[in-house]
């Protein structure tokens, strides 16, 4: 994967079955599955109707969001770039990590706060340049387990 400083969009292009297929400003290509988020999430549920989730698109000239704009819904390229990369993830390590920042929101600089880590190091974790060792797994547990 090319380097970004953040995910920034070229085009989206909706797919059956509620999958985005995303091409980035540095030429990468991901697919997210956004079918569970659209039926959990009740901010979503106008995405339920397929003719309705197939209209996603950019804003014209910026990238920064894939919307709706007859529902005002809005996704940040940066959390679709990230689920993408959570359900592309090769391991469970990788996985747990990167669905934890997700699930909270992380940045990279509150998720390096949060593990005592240095965003760097969170950064190649999260683009897959370095393996998630099983502790790290283990650390994002325990900090969601202290903070709920």
């Keep these: 994967m090319a380097s970004?400083?953040?995910?920034?969009?070229?085009a989206v292009e909706a797919l059956p079955n509620y999958q985005l297929k995303m091409?980035?400003?540095?030429?990468?290509?991901l697919i997210v599955d956004k079918r569970e988020a659209v039926f959990s999430k009740p901010g979503l549920t106008p995405l339920r109707d397929p003719?309705?989730?197939?209209?996603?698109?950019?804003?014209?000239?910026?990238?920064?969001?894939v919307e709706w704009t007859d529902?005002?819904?809005?996704?940040?390229?940066?959390?679709?770039?990230l689920e993408a990369m959570q359900q592309a993830a090769p391991d469970e390590d990788t996985r747990?990590?990167?669905?934890?920042?997700?699930?909270?929101?992380?940045?990279?600089?509150?998720?390096?706060?949060?593990?005592?880590?240095?965003?760097?190091?969170?950064?190649?974790?999260?683009?897959?340049a370095r393996p998630v060792p099983r502790y790290i797994a283990l650390a994002c547990k325990g900090w969601e387990a202290e903070h709920s």
């Design 71 to 81: 529902f005002d819904i809005q996704i940040g390229a940066d959390t679709l770039w």
């Design 23 to 29: 091409t980035f400003i540095n030429g990468d290509t």
């Design 96 to 128: 747990i990590f990167l669905a934890w920042r997700i699930r909270h929101g992380l940045s990279l600089a509150d998720a390096a706060r949060a593990l005592g880590m240095t965003p760097r190091t969170i950064s190649a974790y999260g683009t897959g």
């Design 51 to 65: 003719a309705v989730f197939a209209k996603a698109r950019l804003i014209p000239g910026e990238g920064w969001a």
């Design 4 to 10: 970004m400083k953040r995910p920034r969009l070229f």
